[in-house]
């Protein structure tokens, strides 16, 4: 602007026009100036202004429980980076919402059934005449509150994998060993099944993990393909990069294409084949699938060669870990 002035000055004694005039010449030029730069910035940042008031609208809404809420994330610059944040943030606390709405109401489900045989027991209970039907009356009830007591640990370590800030102890695995112990621990639980280990005559992989957590994974793949087998049942491992793979195949009807993502829902029900008839609360494979994402690799299901499911572990041997 000052330049602008000067320039004036020197035009106006060039044209012989007086200093006082001259003066008043340039402070006409600066003003003018000064609204043309006041008008541009108005143009710029009017605009601005506008767009974070709708932010701020939509962010309101959102924090009035509207989780449908969005706001406008078109462009390039920081403000629709922002908007385009907000509008994920959205997304995923419907999400989130949703999966919980969802769990409450299977959980509550999964209650009922227990619960309706511990009020008819205990009905029974004070309608029986002899000591010996009250005993067995009081068994029916210590089983019906154990099976409770078992399902409300199976949704606490659902809940707790599901804490991004859940911290578990990891130390070295020896896969086959571990893998090995586990098959022999269900020897009692197999009845007419065959279970074979298969190791591809690899040497012995290590893997970081938490042992617990590991022993989990391997035992309910393994307890669940028992359960599901006609006659056979094959645990393979092997390591193919930098992960090791963990593969249970089983004889049975295995599972349909269409439901190869549904199975690993919390308490997904299917055809009557792998229905809770066979055993468990139906949280067996989500709980497999959240240990499996926290410790860095993944699990999924397919089609065996022995004509059943096939369900496959990843798991990284560098042990790339969640920290929290």
């Not at 090995?180 to 591809?200: C, F, M, P, Q, Y």
């Not at 042992?211 to 094959?234: G, K, P, Q, S």
Request: proline content about 2%; hydrophobic content about 45%.
């Amino acid at each position: 602007m000052m330049l602008f002035y000067r320039v004036a000055l020197y035009m106006s004694l060039a044209l012989g026009i007086s200093v006082v005039a001259t003066h008043w010449l340039g402070l006409l030029g600066l003003a003018v100036a000064l609204v043309a730069a006041l008008g541009a910035a108005a143009l710029i940042v009017m605009p601005m202004v506008r767009r974070l008031r709708e932010l701020e609208q939509g962010t309101t809404r959102l924090r009035s429980g509207e989780l449908g809420a969005r706001v406008d994330d078109e462009g390039s610059d920081a403000i629709a980076s922002l908007g385009a944040g907000i509008n994920h943030m959205a997304t995923e606390l419907e999400r989130v919402l949703d999966q919980q709405t969802q769990l409450l109401q299977a959980v509550s489900h999964e209650f009922r059934t227990p619960i309706a045989r511990l009020r008819f027991a205990v009905e029974m209970f004070l309608s029986d005449k002899t000591q010996k039907e009250r005993e067995e009356r009081a068994r029916s009830i210590d089983e019906n509150l154990t099976e409770l007591d078992a399902l409300v640990e199976e949704i606490l370590t659902y809940g707790k994998l599901d804490n991004k800030s859940a911290v578990f102890q990891t130390e070295s695995i020896e896969v086959g060993q571990e893998v090995r112990n586990i098959v022999a621990s269900t020897e009692d639980l197999r009845g007419k099944v065959e279970v074979t280990i298969d190791d591809h005559g690899q040497p012995e992989a290590t893997i970081i993990a938490y042992h617990r957590n590991f022993t989990r994974v391997v035992e309910n793949l393994v307890l669940n393909a028992i359960r599901h087998a006609n006659d056979r049942v094959r645990v393979e491992y092997q390591t193919v990069n930098d992960v090791v793979l963990i593969l249970v195949h089983d004889d049975g009807r295995g599972v349909p294409k269409a439901d190869r993502d549904r199975v690993w829902e919390p308490f997904a029900r299917l055809d009557q084949s792998r229905s809770r008839d066979t055993g468990g609360f139906g949280l067996g494979l989500a709980i497999v699938r959240r240990i499996m994402a926290w410790h860095g690799g993944a699990a999924h299901v397919e089609k065996s060669l022995l004509g059943g499911a096939m369900f496959v572990t990843s798991w990284p041997i560098e042990g790339a870990a969640h920290e929290g």
